[in-house]
């Protein structure tokens, strides 16, 4: 399972970004996906997360502010980003719980990360 980012950028503060993340590769099913953030010298933190079903999730620090959404169709999570502040910095990854099965037909379950991209907000 592959997941493609895009999406980053450099914003000044007040302003938007949309994130898009596609996963490709032998998907059988998607389950929650997400969108994970690490700034420098700071663990990685969640974001937001929506389930399958279209339940959504978020940090507290991004509630009002930030909406996460998918395309089941086209295997894609969004997060639409607003009011953007320049604590909101950081490197940003997605995040898929995916389902597949090998050739003997069992099944594979996969924590599958993107490769990340960057947001900047500066002040």
């Known amino acids: 399972v592959q997941l493609q980012a895009s999406g980053g950028g450099l914003v000044q503060a007040g302003g938007s970004l949309r994130l898009s993340c596609t996963a490709s590769?032998?998907?059988?099913?998607?389950?929650?996906m997400g969108w994970y953030r690490q700034a420098p010298g700071k663990q990685r933190e969640m974001v937001a997360r929506?389930?399958?079903?279209?339940?959504?999730n978020y940090a507290d620090s991004v509630k009002g502010r930030f909406t996460i959404s998918r395309d089941n169709a086209k295997k894609t999570v969004y997060l639409q980003m607003n009011s953007l502040f320049p604590e909101d910095t950081a490197r940003y990854y997605c995040?898929?719980?995916?389902?597949?099965?090998?050739?003997?037909?069992?099944?594979?379950?996969?924590?599958?990360w993107g490769q990340g991209t960057q947001v900047t907000v500066s002040s």
């Open positions: 590769g032998n998907i059988f099913r998607i389950d929650d």
């Open positions: 929506i389930t399958n079903g279209g339940s959504t």
């Open positions: 995040n898929a719980q995916t389902l597949s099965y090998n050739p003997a037909w069992e099944p594979v379950a996969e924590n599958a």
